[in-house]
C-alpha cells in the first residue's frame, strides 16, 4: 500500500488523536447510533489526556458523517484542535478504536483502508461490452463498445462447404471484434487506472479478449466464474479483488523469505525485528515494510525524534544520535513514519496468516530492504 497520502500527518510534531469511526448502513437506528459515536470517541480521547480543542474537532468530523455516503467509516487524525485527514473505510473497524499518542496510529489503515484495487469490469458478449469500475466503496459505469463487425455472429453446425465457409467467417468477425474489445478495455484502463480486469462473459469470448490485451496488463485479467449474461453480484467481484490482494501479498512474503538468505555480499536483503528495522529506518534502508497489525512487535515502546529517520530503542540512543528531543512511540508508528519519508509501501501480513500452511513471522513485522 503506497501510503504517501499520510504525509501531512508527519509535518507538525505533538500529540495526534486517532479515531477510527464505523458506520453500519444496515442499522435501522443509524441517525440514533451515530452522535452517541461522536460523543464516545470524544470521551475515550477525553480519557487519554487529549486536550478539548482536538476532542471537540474529532467530535464534530464524526458527527458530520451523519450526511455522508461513506458505508464503513472514517479514520480521523487531528492535532492541536484539528483534523489534518480524513480517510475513507473499506472495511468496518472494531467498535473503540481511538488512540492518543505522540504520532498517529495508522497501522490499521492496511487492513481498513489498505488494498483496495479498482476493478474494471468488462461484460463482454459478440456484440461488445459494457465496462464498469467496482471497489469496496464505488460502483460505476465506465463506458462501452459496440464493435463494428456484427454479422455473422453465430457458427453454423453442418459441414457442407456453404456453411463452412460460413463458420469461417462467423470466426473471423468475431476475431476482428475481440480486438476492438480488448483495445477500447486497454484504453479504459488506462484513463482509470484500474488496478484489476475483471472478464464476464462466456469463456471464449473472454479467452479472445484476453489473449489480444497488451502484455502489462493480461496478467491483471481473470474471467469470473459466474454472472454470463447479468450483472456480477458484489459478493464476486468482492471475491476475485480479495483474491488478487491475497495473492500479491503472499508473493511479496515469498520475495522476503528469499531475500533473508545471503547473497553474494554475504549479507542479507531483508531483516526482521524490531531492532534489526530501527537500523534499517536509520540507514533509509526500507524498501518495503510488511506488517502484521495485531502483532506483538508493533505495541513495543521505541523512541523517536523530529528527523523520522532518528528512532532507538532506549532513550539515550537518540542522544548520542544527536537529537535534543525525545519521545515514545509504538513500534508501528515510528516504523510506518519512515517508511512513509522515504516512499517505501507498507503491506499488511494479514492473508498470510490466513492461509494454511504459511506462517507469520514471529514478531509480525518484517521488511526488505534497498541495495546500498
Known amino acids: 500500500m503506497d501510503l504517501a497520502f499520510l504525509s501531512p500527518l508527519y509535518e507538525h510534531p505533538g500529540s495526534w488523536a486517532s479515531a477510527y469511526v464505523g458506520l453500519s448502513r444496515h442499522d435501522e437506528d443509524l441517525r440514533t447510533r451515530r452522535r452517541p459515536a461522536a460523543e464516545a470517541v470524544a470521551r475515550r480521547l477525553r480519557e487519554r489526556g487529549a486536550d478539548e480543542a482536538t476532542c471537540r474537532a474529532v467530535h464534530d468530523a464524526a458527527a458530520a458523517l451523519e450526511r455522508g455516503s461513506e458505508p464503513y467509516g472514517r479514520a480521523l487524525f487531528a492535532h492541536d484542535g484539528e483534523v489534518v485527514l480524513q480517510v475513507s473505510l473499506t472495511r468496518a473497524p472494531p467498535w473503540g478504536l481511538v488512540r492518543w499518542g505522540t504520532l498517529p496510529h495508522v497501522t490499521p489503515l492496511l487492513d481498513l483502508a489498505g488494498e483496495d484495487p479498482v476493478s474494471l469490469v468488462a461484460y463482454i458478449d459478440r456484440a461488445g461490452a459494457e465496462f464498469e ?22 457458427r453454423a453446425r453442418a459441414s457442407d462447404w456453404s456453411e463452412r465457409r460460413f463458420r469461417l467467417e462467423a470466426e473471423d468477425t468475431w476475431e476482428h471484434n475481440a480486438r476492438e474489445v480488448a483495445e477500447a478495455l486497454a484504453g479504459c484502463q488506462a484513463e482509470t487506472g484500474a488496478d484489476l480486469l475483471i472478464l464476464c462473459g462466456g469463456e471464449r469470448e473472454c479467452r479472445s479478449v484476453r489473449e489480444r490485451l497488451p502484455g502489462h496488463l493480461r496478467d491483471r485479467a481473470v474471467r469470473a466464474a459466474h454472472g454470463v449474461g447479468s450483472r456480477l453480484l458484489p459478493r464476486e467481484v468482492e471475491e476475485v479483488r480479495a483474491r488478487h490482494v491475497r495473492e500479491r501479498i503472499l508473493a511479496e512474503v515469498d520475495r522476503y523469505r528469499s531475500a533473508r538468505t545471503p547473497g553474494e555480499e554475504r549479507r542479507a536483503a531483508a531483516v526482521e525485528g524490531v531492532p534489526s528495522l530501527i537500523e534499517a529506518a536509520r540507514g533509509h534502508r526500507l524498501a518495503e515494510l510488511l506488517i502484521l497489525p495485531d502483532g506483538p512487535d508493533t505495541r513495543r515502546e521505541v523512541w523517536i525524534g523530529e ?46 496468516r490466513e492461509e494454511t500452511g504459511r506462517e507469520v513471522p514471529a514478531g509480525g513485522m518484517v521488511a526488505l530492504l534497498r541495495r546500498r
Open 133 to 154: 469500475l467496482r471497489s469496496a466503496v464505488l460502483r460505476e459505469e465506465a463506458g462501452q463498445v459496440r464493435v463494428g463487425r456484427q454479422w455473422p455472429m453465430h
Open 307 to 352: 528527523d523520522p529517520a532518528r528512532l532507538a530503542e532506549r532513550r539515550t540512543e537518540l542522544s548520542d544520535l544527536g537529537e535534543r528531543h525525545a519521545w515514545p512511540a509504538r513500534a508501528d508508528d515510528a516504523l510506518v513514519r519512515a517508511a512513509v519519508v522515504t516512499d517505501a509501501p507498507v503491506l499488511s501480513l494479514a492473508p498470510v
